[in-house]
Antibody, heavy 120, light 112 residues
Framework: QVQLQESGPGLVKPSETLSLTCTVS????????WSWIRQPADKRLEWIGR???????KYNPSLKSRVTMSVDTSKNQFSLKLTSVTAADTAVYYC??????????????WGQGTTVAVSS | QSVLTQPPSVSGAPGQRVTISCTGS?????????VHWYQQLPGTAPKLLIY???NRPSGVPARFSGSKSGTSASLAITGLQAEDEADYYC????????????FGGGTKLTVL
């Protein structure tokens, strides 16, 4: 049974870089696409982007200039970096596995989420 | 403001049937892209409830069903139970946003 676990600092200073890692257990990271989704206090879900170990990351246009995702197949992990953070980036960050059904993707397995606050 | 529009809240008594609507546009549902639904219980991560408009992942009760027509989709819950009280979100692919996923703003279901 595949499980995902987010890790990273819970507090980041404004203008600095938010870095999170998602560790995948129970499945090979090379078999799927993986995504990051965040949820601020207003509870709306926002898709940050998705990546595959073979490359070809796709990002939300509203965040594209600040986001980088990568995959480390040796550790079965994928990561998120978000630069120049502000208070608006304060949210619960979820990593998830992407499942495709006739070309349409959804997140079928989620991590428990990690809270990141941006504050000085 | 979310790309997909959901009612902020719905409610129903135990045993009743409720529906949650999700309205999109020509660049997402109207373009033929599938809708997916998630259930988020308090304090937990979202869980995939319906994929591909009307398919239930293994373990999801048959009380939950989904449908889509044109630029709208619906999630129906029959035989409402107390444990169904949660937030529900719809999600779709949007071709006008460089192929981004978009979500509805979420609907809080209250079981009276």
């Amino acid at each position: 049974q595949v499980q995902l676990q987010e890790s990273g600092p819970g507090l980041v200073k404004p203008s600095e870089t938010l870095s999170l890692t998602c560790t995948v257990s129970g499945d090979s990271i090379t078999s799927y696409y993986w995504s990051w989704i965040r949820q601020p206090a207003d509870k709306r879900l926002e898709w940050i982007g998705r990546i595959h170990s073979g490359g070809g990351a796709k990002y939300n246009p509203s965040l594209k200039s600040r986001v980088t995702m990568s995959v480390d197949t040796s550790k079965n992990q994928f990561s998120l970096k978000l630069t120049s953070v502000t208070a608006a980036d304060t949210a619960v960050y979820y990593c998830s596995r992407v499942a495709y059904y006739y070309g349409s993707g959804s997140s079928d397995v989620w991590g428990q989420g990690t809270t990141v606050a941006v504050s000085s | 403001q979310s790309v997909l529009t959901q009612p902020p809240s719905v409610s129903g008594a135990p045993g009743q049937r409720v529906t949650i609507s999700c309205t999109g546009s020509k660049s997402n549902m109207g373009a033929g892209y599938d809708v997916h639904w998630y259930q988020q219980l308090p304090g937990t991560a979202p869980k995939l409830l319906i994929y591909g408009n009307s398919n239930r992942p293994s373990g999801v009760p048959a009380r939950f069903s989904g449908s889509k027509s044109g630029t709208s989709a619906s999630l129906a819950i029959t035989g409402l139970q107390a444990e169904d009280e949660a937030d529900y979100y719809c999600q779709c692919y949007d071709s006008s946003l460089s192929g981004s996923w978009v979500f509805g703003g979420g609907t809080k279901l209250t079981v009276l």
